[in-house]
């Protein structure tokens, strides 16, 4: 099935460092959205961003929506052992009738205190 | 306030069976969208339904069938199961089909 291009594929860190994670997608998109997803749970949704350009942060966390609409990037700032898990990022297309989500190949990221 | 619950959290059948998995969208939503996720994946969009209707449908078989309910929660069934039909099964709701997707915790299928 069709997944977008997301960086990079793990990240094994020290508490309290930043990360850095982007998606990147041959489509353009309405909407950014970027999820967590933690061992036998759902995705939680961190941020959704819909308008180009737009950076939006949650906490800790900031999101951009690229310029060309085509991708996006996310960034933990001072990391935490409980940031641990898989980081998916989403686009969004809608209009019409759907509003489907295609879900990128996910960053697992690992903090060690 | 309930968030999107899923019945039931595991299940194992065998080849050829039928199943039928449930869910209940977060309170004020009327969307449910429906995912399969196999083990290191991402989520693959298989159907969404809307006012009871079937809105978009991804690129699965004819053996995905679905249901949305009057009070806005939703079945998922598969037919003739197939070992490759093993994943998690995650439900999303959401406010209108534009606003953004909130899922269960899923139900993890098990086909043997």
């Known amino acids: 099935g069709q997944q977008l291009n997301q960086s990079p594929q793990s990240m094994f860190i020290q508490e309290g460092e930043d990360v850095s994670m982007n998606c990147t997608s041959s489509?353009?998109?309405?909407?950014w959205l970027w999820y967590k997803q933690d061992p036998g749970e759902g995705p939680v949704l961190l941020i959704a961003?819909?308008?180009?350009?737009e950076l939006t942060s949650n906490g800790r966390l900031t999101a951009q929506f690229g310029i060309t609409r085509k991708d996006s990037f996310l960034n933990i700032s001072a990391s935490i052992p409980s940031d641990v898990g898989i980081y998916f990022c989403?686009?969004?297309?809608?209009?019409?009738?759907?509003?489907?989500?295609?879900f990128g190949t996910g960053t697992l990221l690992a903090v060690q205190p | 306030d309930a968030g999107v619950t899923q019945s039931p959290t595991h299940l194992i059948k065998t080849r050829g069976q039928q199943v039928t998995l449930r869910c209940s969208p977060k309170s004020g939503h009327d969307t449910v969208s429906w995912y399969q996720q196999a083990l290191g994946q991402g989520p693959q969009f298989i159907f969404q339904?809307?006012?009871?209707?079937?809105?978009q449908r991804g690129n699965f078989p004819d053996r995905f069938s679905g249901h949305q309910f009057p009070n806005y929660s939703s079945e998922l069934n598969v037919n003739a199961l197939l070992l490759g039909d093993s994943a998690l099964y995650l439900c999303a709701s959401s406010f209108l089909m534009s606003q953004p997707q909130h899922f269960g915790d899923g139900t993890r299928l098990s086909i043997l």
């Open positions: 339904y809307y006012e009871e209707e079937e809105r």
């Open positions: 989403a686009g969004q297309l809608y209009g019409g009738a759907t509003n489907k989500l295609i």
């Open positions: 961003l819909y308008k180009a350009g």
């Open positions: 489509s353009i998109f309405n909407t």
